[in-house]
């Protein structure tokens, strides 16, 4: 019951704003396998910023990185929101690694990684990233120590 109270009152409530369509996970990989991977990547650059601080808008966060993990692990790599993958946060070493999995191909890694890494720009935060077929790794140096 927690979780079901808990998406409603998140990620649904949010995706209403924005118009959100539902579609299969089906279709959805079709149509991101048919365009083409420079498209997707000007698509991602494009979007990542606004739609990204949008959120944070709506749901009363500030544009730093914080709300940025935030985003990875829990709006958009959750179990309980918007589910574009499953997002996980490791230390390594004196870097932040998050380890974005799903299982939509190529398309949506490289989509994926030009969005997040836009607001990753726009925050001047430093960073690496590595696209694969079904997982995207960003890995920005720590900005503190970890407590």
Known sequence: MNT???RCASFEKIARGFNVISMTKRAFR???AEASLENLAQVGQKTGVNDIQNILDMIGLPSNYDSFKYLIT????GPDEAMWFRGYHHLRNNFDVFHLQHDLGRGWSV????YFTSFLKFLKIDYTSR??????N??????SPPK
């Open 30 to 32: 079709d149509i991101v």
């Open 74 to 77: 829990r709006h958009y790599g």
């Open 111 to 114: 989509y994926l990684n030009n």
């Open 4 to 6: 079901i109270l808990r």
């Open 131 to 136: 696209v694969y077929d079904y997982a995207v």
């Open 138 to 143: 960003i890995k920005v140096p720590r900005l």
